[in-house]
């Protein structure tokens, strides 16, 4: 079984619509992340927790929130999608801070 | 701008050619990272450094911190190395990524 697993794989929405993706990991580490990914520009960190009780923004935290369950779990949600927020979603974890860091696998997210 | 840069942006090669991938970035940092991202989408941690160089199998990664530099090589290269590379840096508690050099092996 994968190590860090991301839910759904593929989401197509709309405008409004709120949406939640998740993490999961299995490696027992502290650390986790979100990130999106555009063609051309890279991945861009949205947020980031070091722990169960903290959370902090990335560089493009505005229209997310995130909560982490538990140290095994991350979650992102959009509040009220929008079609900018169409890209690729992934999470990510480490053992320290910004570290070597073990991706899932993506959620592709479309926003119609 | 962005504070790191690859190049080339896309790199064709034909099996068993050297490979070479760079990165530079413009800010103070205390690591840098070389991903792997292969055409299904998942991502790979191939290398973190923050001086000299490190080596594994036929890729190596090297990091001038004076002149703001890494380099990715791969020597002997395969068709099953194609992929994106990414490179991206750590300052402080922010990560910042490259747009990815999109290797080709041709066999």
């Known amino acids: 079984d994968a190590d860090v697993t991301q839910t759904p794989r593929n989401r197509i929405t709309k405008t409004g619509k709120r949406i939640m993706l998740e993490c999961s990991q299995t490696k027992g580490h502290d650390r986790m992340y979100w990130y999106r990914q555009d063609p051309g520009l890279g991945l861009r960190l949205i947020y980031y927790s070091f722990d169960v009780k903290d959370i902090n923004k990335g560089e493009i935290s505005d229209g997310y929130s995130v909560s982490r369950q538990a140290q095994a779990k991350f979650s992102l949600s959009l509040e009220s999608a929008i079609p900018n927020q169409t890209a690729l979603y992934f999470c990510?974890?480490?053992?320290?801070?910004?570290?070597?860091?073990?991706f899932g696998p993506g959620t592709r997210l479309t926003v119609l | 701008k962005n504070e790191v840069e690859q190049s080339p942006q896309n790199l064709t090669a034909q099996e068993g050619e050297f490979i070479t991938i760079n990165c530079s970035y413009s800010v103070g940092i205390s690591a840098l990272h070389w991903l792997q991202q292969h055409p299904g989408g998942g991502i790979v941690s191939l290398f973190m450094?923050?001086?000299g160089k490190k080596k594994h199998g036929r890729l190596i990664a090297t990091i001038n911190i004076q002149e703001k530099h890494s380099s990715l090589h791969i020597t002997a290269s395969h068709p099953r190395d194609s992929a994106v590379y990414i490179c991206a840096v750590r300052f402080g508690n922010d990560m910042r990524f490259g747009a990815g050099t999109r290797l080709t092996v041709k066999p």
């Open positions: 450094l923050s001086s």
């Open positions: 990510a974890t480490s053992d320290l801070s910004f570290d070597e860091q073990f």
